[in-house]
């Protein structure tokens, strides 16, 4: 890639030696992980049909783990196949994250069970119900129906629908949240926030406290 953007005029600024030093230290583990299996070689391969089943690159791996897991490998091109008529369905969402996964995931459900929609995921679910917004193109009713039956649909901002957390989640941190930004920290990751906050505001939170014996002459 960088010897195709230099020839075309751009300067990557990108050093060849040690890029092939970089290709020389993973060589070996590839080969190690290709070996024990942790590798698929499929996704290896270049797949010009991606451009005909619109799948991102990244989807495939996924699609090959899932289909690994079911004992389903053989079921790959009808997965694939699936991908553009559960997108078509679902509205044609953007196949970015989380989107991707969830339609592949779909695709995937209605190829292993021999019938379209038998099995659907709780997020698909929410997605048809309005829970992630509006899809960019109308869904069916009969899609509608056949995946949330008669469940109301959200016809408003999802987000109206969440309470406020901001509050709470300050009355959670005020011993070590000093910024809004530490709040916000917690809120998203709790688990990894609290001992990191904790220990940014006293770097001696979690060492235990000795008792020493002082002996006066």
Known sequence: MAIALEEMGYDTG??????????????PIKED???????NPKVMDVEPNTLLYQVPGGMLSNLLSQLKEAH?????????????????????????TPLSQM???????????????????????????????????PLSEEIKQKIIGDEE???????????????AFKKETEAYADTTEDVLTYALFP?????FLRKKKDPFYDVPIQNVTIILP
């Open 14 to 27: 990108l050093d060849l030696e040690v890029l092939k030093e970089i290709a020389d230290h993973f060589r």
């Open 72 to 96: 389903q490998e053989d079921k790959y091109e009808a997965v694939l196949k699936e991908i553009p008529a559960v997108r078509k369905d679902m509205g044609y969402p953007p196949l970015v």
């Open 103 to 137: 339609v592949g995931t779909q695709a995937v459900m209605n190829v292993v069970s021999g019938e379209r929609y038998k099995m659907v995921p709780k997020e698909i679910k929410d997605y048809v119900k309005g829970s992630y917004g509006k899809s960019p193109a």
């Open 33 to 39: 992980f290709r070996s024990k299996g942790l590798l």
């Open 191 to 195: 688990n990894l926030a609290e001992p």
């Open 153 to 167: 649909p959200c016809t408003v901002r999802p987000a109206d629908l969440i309470e406020p957390g901001m509050k």
